[in-house]
């Protein structure tokens, strides 16, 4: 994981150059936004399906800097006041907090944009049918059928309570669409077809609603310090959550079993799926 | 026009169908801020673009929907309150008016992906490097050596009073970018090399500045009734245009002079690029 986030670091320093005209304040609040900090949990997740499918490690990264360009703007916008109103993200002051409102909108733009930008070049794979087959999945899952849709369920989720089902459709959406994108971007760029990759969107599944289980019970149990967020939060605001639905020790459970389901999914694998399975393992025992 | 604005607004109407769970807000913002209303310039030059090279019509309505969404996505994120603040576009309430702000936040970001989707897509065209060009220069536009850092400039273009030069660099990224994605679209789907469409982005880097000289005569000389918007913002924040600078005769003239520059770029092709030569001199009469 360190080696993953040293990485991402490296690669946004040499994309986000920052440019000598008036656009360098868009170029810092991006930086600010996306280097240092956060766990890199989805570049770890492209590199470890790449690793299934023996793809080359500088292919992967760029993927990996693409999904992490979605996630990052994702967050930005999501701290607005607007939104979840937030003033602490990775430890340090979100980004409309460090700069301001529109210097956050904008950033989050940019880097949606920088996304595509990103998957699209062939610098990332010499065949232009798997860069046209990751733009389409990566939009698709960040796009209303998947991430912004599902933020726009969690907006509704505190003016009209939701039943369990419901939860997990939203959350599904909400970081399970991106999860999904992270597990088949090794087995598109090893060009195994859709029908092979039921095994991947299964796994996705299930760590996609364990980590969400885990991140409701960071809220409830955790300390800001460690989850470098503010905590209580759903709470407060009165949201239908697993955990509120659950309890925290039936949650736990939850988690610990769709982790092992996911382990499950990788039985046809050998040693290629070792850095998978860590993961799994991983996100039940994270306290951030 | 109006034929491109209907096709433009039933594409829409059949990507937005409105889906039976909470999503539905999120869809409905999406509609609201894209369907109905707009003058379709973009899509149009799209449509001209594919005339030069004899591009099959619903491959360049794609294209032209994608662009669309990017544009819609930009005007929605500019008019929040704490960017430009409007209450009115296309003579109706703003989107964070109309819904709420983080409505119009997540239907931006839902449009903004969709763009992709819609490229991305086989459905756009059967050569996958033509998909994958299409994806990689509209991010370039979008992003922040293009759209988004021009925004950012324009921002920064009422704390410091811009001399002329840069005012032309700003348009140049905040509208041109886009400009020239639509009119090298056509000859990325036609396989044109890009050292052929130098000719391409010299019509769209003329036809971009005069087009926004007669946004800021608008801004300075219109009815906000016709404009659909509100007017007389530039001056009222104290911002450099090209009319400050130029004052209201010789920007009308610096505009006319684009325009013929704009059609001269077009003397290597025939009848196929009437279209584009209407469009140059729709751009200067428009009082919209």
Do not use: W
Not at 50 to 61: E, I, M, S, T
Not at 161 to 175: F, V, Y
């Amino acid at each position: 994981m360190e080696r993953i986030a040293r990485d991402i670091d490296h690669a946004f320093d040499l994309l986000l150059a920052i440019p000598d005209d008036p656009r360098r304040r868009l170029y810092e609040a991006m930086r600010y936004a996306a280097i240092g900090g956060g766990k890199r949990l989805r570049p770890l997740l492209v590199c470890a399906s790449c690793d299934l499918y023996a793809v080359d490690g500088p292919a992967a990264l760029r993927v990996a800097t693409a999904i992490e360009c979605i996630h990052v703007y994702s967050l930005v916008h999501d701290d607005l006041p607007a939104m979840d109103d937030d003033d602490l993200r990775r430890g340090k002051p979100t980004v409309h907090r460090a700069f301001d409102e529109a210097a956050a909108i904008l950033a989050g733009d940019a880097l949606h944009a920088l996304a595509f930008e990103v998957l699209a070049d062939p610098a990332t794979h010499a065949d232009p049918f798997v860069r046209s087959e990751l733009c389409l999945e990566l939009a698709r899952a960040a796009g209303p059928s998947g991430m912004a849709g599902g933020q726009m369920m969690d907006l509704a989720a505190c003016a009209a309570p939701m039943d369990l089902a419901t939860i997990t459709r939203l959350q599904q959406l909400k970081t399970g669409a991106l999860f999904g994108f992270c597990l088949e971007s090794g087995a598109i760029m090893g060009r195994v077809p859709p029908e092979g990759r039921t095994h991947l969107r299964g796994y996705a599944r299930n760590i996609g609603l364990a980590f969400q289980i885990i991140d409701d019970l960071i809220d409830v149990e955790g300390s800001a310090e460690a989850a470098g967020k503010a905590v209580g939060k759903d709470a407060a605001a009165g949201k239908a959550t697993f955990v509120s639905h659950l309890g925290v020790e039936r949650a736990r459970e939850q988690a610990r079993l769709l982790v092992d389901q996911a382990i499950e999914h990788l039985t046809d694998h050998g040693a290629e799926a070792d850095l998978l399975r860590a993961i799994a393992g991983y996100i039940i025992d994270r306290d951030r």
